[in-house]
């Protein structure tokens, strides 16, 4: 644009200014790469790392760790297996139990995992089959585009479903129960198993009301609860906001893979150390179905201990 300068029109230079940044005039170093060079900066950076890989395999070998492969468990009555019983019958469960010995005990604090394999939550599709702004709270009636063939529960796309898409209609439902050999329960914790990010940012329940809000909206087809059922032991721990669905919405990035499922309550007296040795028995209600794509199921106790 032209100024005005003692009456007569200048034209504005957008030429920068005569400066070292904006005439690219800084002073710069580029290192010239030798093997005289290379060699020796490699050399002493694999010397550094010796002991932090000692100090992480020190630490690796001192946990202890309990794991139980629970595919074929059978019920307490009958011939067949679990899994035969589910694949006949997707709607029944079927309840099992594990008698199993630890050997040490586990000291410190001790959490439970589940374990999937042969199980690819990494494909592309499937990690794309969700709806962010559902699980966030805000509620549609055209979920994302993504959630399909899990967005409606009918063809003619009138019951949208909450929450959709394929991550969450899979949601893994197998219950677990430990129990001391005289029969007395192992408390458990259900809560503080996701991510702090996770759960106080990327996973909000709608204000209000959470089955009003969820008026119009169906379960996903693969599941048995209404989504404020999903933990009928604590309402706070229900809807968007239940950390079982939070833990399974983070998809695996291998085929075989853990998720923290539960923790021992250590504020109980008799576990304030730990998992002592001993026999227990871990009751499972068997309902998730992995023969379809040949995988195997595994639960697990592990104990954690600051260095």
């Known amino acids: 644009m032209p100024e005005t300068v003692d009456g007569a029109e200048v034209l504005k230079s957008k030429r920068p200014s005569d400066s ?18 290379v060699l020796p900066a490699f050399f002493l950076i694999g010397i550094l790392f010796i002991p932090i890989g000692a100090l992480l395999l020190i630490s690796s070998n001192s946990i202890n760790e309990f794991v139980y492969d629970y595919t074929h468990c059978k019920p307490d009555n009958g011939n067949r ?5 589910i694949s006949a019958s997707p709607d029944t469960n079927c309840r099992c139990t594990i008698n199993f010995e630890l050997e040490k005990d586990f000291l410190g604090k001790v959490y439970m ?17 969700r709806d962010d702004d559902q699980l966030l709270g805000r509620l549609s009636s055209t979920p994302s585009s993504d959630c ?3 967005a409606y529960v009918d063809d003619d796309e009138t ?14 439902s197998d ?3 430990l129990h001391l050999v005289d029969g007395r329960p192992v408390p458990l914790l259900k809560t503080e198993i996701a991510w702090p990010s996770d759960r106080q940012i990327k996973f909000r329940n709608p204000e209000g009301d959470l089955r009003t809000a969820l008026n119009g909206f169906k379960r996903p087809k693969a599941w048995r609860r209404e989504l404020w059922e999903l933990d009928l032991s604590n309402e706070e721990n229900n809807g968007f906001q239940n950390e079982d669905l939070i833990v399974w919405m983070r998809t695996a990035a291998l085929p075989t893979f853990r998720k923290l499922h539960r923790r021992i309550d250590h504020s109980d007296e008799r576990f304030q150390e730990g998992l002592l040795k001993g026999n227990y028995s871990l009751s499972v209600t068997y309902s998730y179905s992995v023969t379809e794509f040949d995988g195997t199921k595994k639960e697990g106790v592990e104990e954690k201990q600051s260095l």
């Open 175 to 177: 219950e677990f129960e």
């Open 81 to 85: 297996t679990c899994a035969e019983i």
């Open 148 to 150: 399909a063939p899990f």
């Open 20 to 37: 070292a940044f904006k005439q690219q005039r800084l002073p710069a170093w580029q290192p010239v790469l030798t093997a005289g060079t």
């Open 113 to 129: 995992y589940y374990g999937l394999t042969n199980y690819y939550q990494n494909h592309r599709r499937y990690v794309k089959s």
């Open 159 to 172: 019951k949208p479903i909450a929450p959709c898409g394929a991550i969450a209609n899979s949601l893994f």
